[in-house]
T-cell receptor, first 112, second 114 residues
Framework: QKEVEQNSGPLSVPEGAIASLNCTYS??????FFWYRQYSGKSPELIMS????GDKEDGRFTAQLNKASQYVSLLIRDSQPSDSATYLC????????????FGPGTSLSVIP | EPEVTQTPSHQVTQMGQEVILRCVPI?????FYWYRQILGQKVEFLVS????????KSEIFDDQFSVERPDGSNFTLKIRSTKLEDSAMYFC????????????FGDGTRLSIL
């Protein structure tokens, strides 16, 4: 089983809609979860971190974590064309103190 | 906002040559990392570094790789004898603490091995 899985997409949403990005992970005792945004040819940019079950909101972004289901998601409200990028889910496994495991990313396209 | 800086942005090297990639982490960060991303693939952890020693490394980080903090600001990744398959984006990252604290990435160095 792959450690961090995401739908590769592309996910297309109209401008102003909610984009929903999903991620599952294999290590049940993982502690820390991150969403990064990566524009083509650029480096990962941290959007949010989440550590406990429930929702965490930051502006137009909401991260949701369900450790029992080993599932983390990112909602982007009022999607803008500038949100078009690849979104990387990243997990810090309990088995490793430093290593962050990245998923393959979901490509999001926001259509004007 | 403080940022991680990497140089050069693009490095072209002949196969078999040594290459050094340089990074200046965020000034108050104590934990440093290197990741790589082969074109079209996911970001992969290489190594973490704290207090002048490697704290963790992946199976990718074999004997051809080494890291060093030669002074108070720079953090380097050396690849001793480059191979074609070393062609990738190499990202440096840093964090204030370890154990799952957010890691902030530099813009990366694109390494092309000919």
């Amino acid at each position: 089983q792959k450690e961090v899985e995401q739908n590769s997409g592309p996910l297309s949403v109209p401008e102003g809609a909610i984009a929903s990005l999903n991620c599952t992970y294999s290590d049940r005792v993982s502690q820390s979860f991150f969403w990064y945004r990566q524009y083509s040819g650029k480096s990962p940019e941290l959007i949010m971190s989440i550590y406990s079950n429930g929702d965490k909101e930051d502006g137009r972004f909401t991260a949701q974590l369900n450790k029992a289901s080993q599932y983390v998601s990112l909602l982007i409200r009022d999607s803008q064309p500038s949100d078009s990028a690849t979104y990387l889910c990243a997990v810090n496994m309990k088995t490793s103190y430093d290593k962050v495991i990245f998923g393959p990313g979901t490509s999001l396209s926001v259509i004007p | 906002e403080p940022e991680v800086t990497q140089t050069p942005s693009h490095q072209v090297t002949q196969m078999g040559q040594e290459v050094i990639l340089r990074c200046v982490p965020i000034s108050n960060h104590l934990y440093f990392y290197w990741y790589r991303q082969i074109l079209g693939q996911k970001v992969e952890f290489l190594v973490s570094f704290y207090n002048n020693e490697i704290s963790e490394k992946s199976e990718i980080f074999d004997d051809q790789f080494s890291v060093e903090r030669p002074d108070g600001s720079n953090f380097t990744l050396k690849i001793r004898s480059t191979k074609l398959e070393d062609s990738a984006m190499y990202f440096c990252a840093s964090s204030e603490a370890r154990g799952g604290q957010p890691q902030h990435f530099g813009d990366g160095t694109r390494l092309s091995i000919l």
